[in-house]
């Protein structure tokens, strides 16, 4: 089990670090704590106040809001993973703006951080052996679309 991160309203965590304090809620979406941050921003677990579930809620900074490039970039994440259907891939349900944030929510899934699961190595393929590298099948699909996607966000930053 991955431990919780630490708490980004403690003055000590965010010492000599980029990260603003938490808010305590977007929209109707109640912060309960961090689950990550990057170049886009941040992610959060949240509560849904609507629909009382736990959703994943990924903000971008007030500065880079700023930046159109960044909320093109932003706006083609949401629209792109919007787009995708598969049981390896978090559902958008929202974006939004409030109060000058924009973000984007998505489903909440549990477990080990995409960062955690990299540090033990790759994992084994699926494709049975001897079978030609260009077969694509419909489970590989939208995973090669949100690399895709990915790395064209990491090229024009």
């Known amino acids: 089990m991955v431990p919780p991160p630490a ?3 403690d003055p000590d965590v965010r010492a000599g670090t980029d990260v603003p304090p938490m808010p305590e809620a977007i929209a109707h979406y109640r912060i309960l704590r961090l689950l990550g941050a990057g170049g886009m921003g941040q992610v959060f677990l949240a509560q849904d106040t609507r629909l009382d579930r736990p959703v994943a809620l990924k903000v971008l ?3 880079m809001a700023k930046d159109q490039e960044r909320m093109r970039r932003f706006a083609r994440e949401a629209r792109a993973a919007s787009g995708l259907s598969h049981p ?3 559902q958008v ?3 939004g703006e409030a ?3 924009h973000y984007i929510v998505m489903e909440h899934v549990d477990g080990e951080s995409l960062h ?3 540090k033990g190595g790759p994992s ?3 494709r049975p052996s001897g079978s030609p590298s260009r077969w694509r099948t419909p489970s590989t699909t939208p995973i090669s679309r949100a690399s895709s996607i990915a790395t064209s966000n990491r090229r024009t930053s």
């Open 116 to 118: 955690a699961r990299l």
């Open 88 to 90: 390896g891939v978090a």
């Open 7 to 9: 708490d980004p309203k």
């Open 61 to 63: 900074p007030r500065e």
């Open 93 to 95: 349900h929202d974006v």
């Open 124 to 126: 084994p393929p699926r």
């Open 99 to 101: 109060d000058g944030v």
